[in-house]
């Protein structure tokens, strides 16, 4: 059998699809498995074993015809589609899979992806996206199994210079912070991060690298003003960096955000801040694993009106959710997540 997986971005919703692609290996051990990814994930999806190969979009579009004869050339068996949109399912469908897979009414992000599915099977309503992306494997014959999340420990540098930022190069501990989101909503405030790696100094002993992205050195500035000398800006990371820190890191403290659910995924403690989104649709899978979100719930969510989705990217309020939520709190949560540790 030949199968083609398609998951293009982000970086969190890519995490997020590998268990039900480690459920398709184990149901079919001797499928080829091809993953069609998008150029910015691609580093992450070439770290996961259970793939035959990986193949990411172009950046530019007069490179699809090759892509797509790319694609017709291994005749797939059956293509399935984890992303539900529009551009993802043109792709599954151009492939020339004799079977297109993907979610139906309620689950699929643009209505429109349904026109080039050939099934939409009947998922339920699963509450988390690992559970839904299990649900549209097993349309194929993969039964659910354990959330298994099989990412390679790629070589990387980054370890030791993040501790000789730190000025400890002999410390062998430290928390990861990353203040930055893809979606202003999402970020919870630039000093207390600051403050909460004070806490973490003062409290624990545990100094802080701070993870910043492409256009977000400036934020982790900030954070490191913040911190008195508790936290360091981490050295410029690619994705195979970001996955060597967070198996280094003691703990992690992030948004809703790629790098919290990396960090998850190769069984880093963390502690999510959540505003916009639901931690029960694209929370931390594990239950040992703590979420921080306001009391109440996200105001943005309240404001919206039906019809404007369930998503908010910026928030509308003078003082955002994610603004609401206090550092004693957070710091607590991860005081409770890294004495979990310690116990078990």
Known sequence: MRLLVVRLTSLGDVVHAVPAVAALRRAFPAAQID??????????????????????????????PRLLRTLRAARYDAAIDFQGLLKSAVLARGSGAGRVIGFGRGQVRERAARLFYTETPDIGSPAHVIDRNFALGAALGAPRGPAE??????????????????????????ALLNPGAAWPSKCWPAERFGALARGLWREHGLPSVVAWGPGERALADRVVAASDAAAAAAPPTRIADLVALSRAAAVMV????????????????????????????????????????PSGGCRCWQDRPASAGVIVRRCTRAESCMAAIPVEEVAAAVSRRIGSVSDA
Request: hydrophobic content about 45%; overall charge positive.
């Open 254 to 293: 992030a948004g809703d955000t790629g790098p919290l659910h990396v960090a998850a995924a190769v069984g880093t403690p963390v502690v999510g801040i959540y505003g916009p989104t639901d931690p029960r649709r694209n929370g931390p899978w594990s239950a040992a694993d703590a979420v921080v979100s």
């Open 149 to 174: 999340f099989p990412i390679a420990s790629p070589r990387s540098a980054a370890v030791e210079r993040a501790r000789a930022a730190l000025g400890r190069p002999e410390s062998r501990e430290f």
């Open 35 to 64: 993953w069609l990814v998008g150029d910015r994930c691609r580093e992450l999806v070439e770290l996961v074993p259970v793939i035959d190969r990986c193949l990411a979009t172009p950046r530019f579009p007069a490179a699809f």
